[in-house]
């Protein structure tokens, strides 16, 4: 009986140093575990723009300067909103996105070496501002810039193709930096025509910083500006 007794209380007294040993081992191995991936997943600075300063972009999950890369020779760039916007430097005209070039001294008209400005409507597609400008792009033209009187009208004669009423159409009109005169976006120069619905632009809301052709009431196309990441028909140019 004692020899018994004496093996039982062995036996439970290594069980008492077991259990312990065995939740040591599980808990380290563990640990290991949610070591191994917490190194292997960062934590992402960012996930949208709206997590990073007002003059930085989420790129690659990290708030970076978006503007290195985007507008070409020529041309600088400044950051509103986190959005970056091109313009051709004081001096040069042109697309900022490709290349601005060295204005030539005004004189008597003599045409336009590349060839006649046409415009064409993308009826079948609608999109923020900043969209447009590179839908156009992708197609061989620019966003229209309206630069005459004669070009308003030809610019309205290609809407009333579409038979499309009461709607607005994106032009490369824009007035940033906050603040700014209007110019088009993608020539590089200042409106030097207007056709302003009455009362704009205003900037209601002190969001409206690009401008489209708008109609109400069937009362015909007139310019008003509004919201950039408003969606709506693009106009491109292009040259024949």
């Not at 839908?135 to 038979?163: D, F, P, V, W, Y």
């Not at 603040?179 to 619905?197: A, E, H, I, K, R």
């Amino acid at each position: 009986n004692l020899k018994l007794r004496l093996n039982k209380e062995v036996t439970d007294y290594s069980a008492m140093w077991v259990q312990p040993t065995l939740c040591i081992c599980v808990l380290v191995s563990v640990g290991c575990v949610f070591g191994q991936d917490f190194n292997l997943i960062p934590l992402p600075e960012c996930i949208t723009n709206e997590e990073c300063d007002q003059l930085l972009t989420c790129i690659d999950f990290k708030c970076q300067d978006p503007c290195p890369g985007i507008c070409r020779g020529n041309a600088t760039c400044e950051i509103h909103n986190r959005v970056p916007y091109c313009g051709c430097k004081p001096g040069f005209s042109g697309n900022p996105f490709t290349g601005c070039q060295q204005e030539t001294p005004k004189g008597p008209p003599s045409g336009n070496p590349r060839g006649r400005k046409v415009y064409r409507v993308e009826r079948f597609v609608k999109i923020n501002w900043y969209a447009a400008l590179i839908h156009c792009q992708g197609h061989g033209g620019r966003l229209a810039s309206i630069e005459s009187q004669q070009e308003n009208e030809m610019a309205k004669a290609e809407i009333a193709k579409t038979n499309i009423r009461n709607d607005r159409f994106w032009t490369s009109g824009t007035d940033y930096p906050l603040g700014g005169p209007w110019v088009w976006m993608s020539s590089g120069n200042s409106p030097t025509f207007f056709d302003w619905l009455p009362g704009e632009p205003n900037n209601n809301v002190g969001s409206e910083h690009c401008l489209n052709l708008y109609e109400v009431e069937d009362k015909g196309y007139m310019w008003n500006d509004v919201d950039c990441l408003e969606e709506m028909f693009p106009i491109c140019e292009y040259f024949e």
